[in-house]
């Protein structure tokens, strides 16, 4: 069957004047390619008479040409669009050969966040302004709920225990014993009794504080036979004119010593120094204790510190002290320290632990284990003996306690 040109089926655009068809290769296919349904590939054209230095030769590859598309192809995103009479349809312009799928612009999909009911509904009143209260998950309510009634179940087990100590204390008589109401009650009328005496016990150190003489001395001292070759071998000059009595502002307290009560007045002499004054009464008048007053010693702590004098009864301020040596050892003994009565000299004293002595002195110092806090320093009579022959010599053994004060009881 021949060909037509005419033929209505025949789709190739007549050939005119200026156009040039070059025949493909021998062997190679033809450049016509069928592209979508209805498009294909023409081979470019060529403009006769067309200097070769102003062609353009990216036309020369097979492959370039007219793309013919059919209609459903053209878009408005198209880049070229030529519609040419002579083919009688839509013509696009490409850049090579091998054809290109349009590729438009990416374009990002937003999607809302999902939001929980409580966030989208709502808000009424202080949420406006300061937002909804967090949830909690009904695990963390059960187990504080659990918390709390464990924490009240033991409260209340232990509130027998804590009513206990704010129980009120049984009564003597409940627990057997009895107290003596006669005796205590005398005890504190004597006392009140020798408070009554403040200005006869000022006269008293008045006239021992401006005595010049032994013979002046003689009456105001106790026990005067016995104490009178000390007083004088321990004689000062008087410590105050004639003129002189105690300050107003001197103290007068009164305490039990042993049997007997015993008063004690303090004060400061002209010379701006302390006076502390031990006074018993013998015959229904104040007399003086001249050894607790003076804080007399029967040896010097001049002498005691050189390991030397008699050690039977020394007067003295003891406080609990830590030093200890190879002789005297922490294991073994409880370290002192005796002051002397001036505050100017002191020496080392021990007892050994478990004796009678440790008992006696642990009574001054400690409460069980534990020392008082209220003093440092206690004013006590002693009787000290030596150690061992390589003791130091201001160390002693403190022997026995005398008296829990100066004065003799």
Not at 13 to 21: G, K
Not at 313 to 320: C, D, G, L, Q, Y
Request: net charge negative.
């Amino acid at each position: 069957m021949s060909n037509r040109f005419d033929d209505s089926k025949n789709h190739v655009p007549e050939v005119s004047s200026r156009d040039e068809w070059e025949n493909p290769p021998a062997g190679n296919p033809s450049d016509l390619h069928t592209i979508g349904e209805n498009g294909i590939v023409l081979p470019s054209p060529r403009v006769k008479h067309e200097f070769s230095a102003f062609r353009n030769h990216s036309l020369d590859s097979p492959g370039a040409g007219l793309y013919i598309a059919p209609p459903s192809y053209i878009t408005g995103e198209a880049t070229v669009v030529l519609n040419d009479k002579k083919l009688k349809s839509p013509v696009v312009r490409l850049e090579n050969t091998v054809f290109r799928h349009f590729k438009g612009p990416r374009q990002s999909i937003l999607k809302p966040l999902t939001q929980s009911r409580s966030a989208t509904s709502p808000r009424k009143g202080e949420e406006q302004k300061w937002g909804s209260a967090t949830k909690r998950s009904i695990r963390w309510i059960i187990s504080s709920g659990i918390g709390i009634t464990l924490l009240v179940v033991f409260a209340l087990m232990m509130l027998p225990t804590i009513n206990e100590t704010n129980a009120a204390r049984p009564s003597a008589s409940q627990i057997g014993l009895v107290i003596d109401p006669a005796e205590h009650i005398s005890n504190i009328e004597s006392l009140n009794e020798w408070l009554a005496r403040r200005s006869e016990a000022m006269q008293l150190f008045r006239a021992f504080a401006t005595s010049s003489s032994v013979e002046d001395v003689r009456p105001l001292i106790r026990e005067p036979v016995t104490n009178l070759e000390l007083v004088k071998k321990n004689i000062q000059k008087k410590s105050a004119s004639d003129d002189w009595s105690p300050p107003q502002s001197s103290s007068w307290i009164a305490f039990e010593a042993g049997d007997q009560i015993c008063g004690v007045l303090e004060g400061t002499l002209p010379d701006f120094s302390k006076f502390r004054a031990y006074m018993i009464d013998s015959e229904n008048h104040l007399v003086l204790d001249w050894k607790a007053t003076t804080g007399h010693g029967s040896a010097t702590f001049d002498e005691l510190a050189a390991g030397q004098g008699d050690p039977g009864e020394i007067r003295a301020f003891i406080s609990s002290s830590g030093y200890y040596n190879h002789i005297f050892t922490e294991a073994d003994y409880q370290s002192y320290q005796l002051i002397s009565p001036d505050e100017t000299k002191s020496i080392w004293c021990y007892t050994r632990r478990g004796q009678t002595a440790d008992a006696q002195f642990k009574k001054i110092f400690f409460e069980g284990d534990i020392i008082k806090p209220e003093k440092l320093a206690y004013r006590v009579t002693v009787r000290l003996a030596r150690g061992q022959d390589d003791t130091l010599p201001n160390q002693w053994i403190l022997d026995e306690l005398l008296h829990h004060e100066w004065v003799n009881p």
